[in-house]
């Protein structure tokens, strides 16, 4: 399985439009948050995400850059494959 950070940015983007990004983009695995080797899970700063699945990096990026042109016009996609991660400042998600 390949792990991919996913960067989705809009010259001016709407009020709502990370919102409706985030939505659909869970709707394919697409999370906003990651996951620590301790489990515990962090958000990912506005407009990132993360992926993991066996599709090559071209057709991650084709498949976010139709939905995200779905949400507004003229998103920016950038899309990384990630062996390692690491990471600080991240905001903890708080479990119930």
Not at 47 to 72: H, K, M, P, W
Request: glycine share 6%; charged share 25%; with cysteine.
């Amino acid at each position: 399985m390949l792990n991919y950070i996913i960067r989705v940015a809009y010259a001016a983007p709407q009020a709502d439009t990370h919102d409706r990004l985030k939505l659909e983009l869970a709707k394919f695995n697409v999370a906003g948050a990651i996951k620590a080797d301790d489990g515990k899970g962090y958000f990912l700063p506005e407009g990132e995400f993360c992926y993991s699945g066996n599709e090559t990096i071209n057709d991650v990026r084709d498949a976010v850059f139709r939905l995200a042109s779905t949400i507004q016009p003229e998103p920016s996609i950038l899309v990384v494959e990630v062996t390692t991660l690491s990471w600080a400042g991240l905001k903890l998600i708080e479990t119930a």
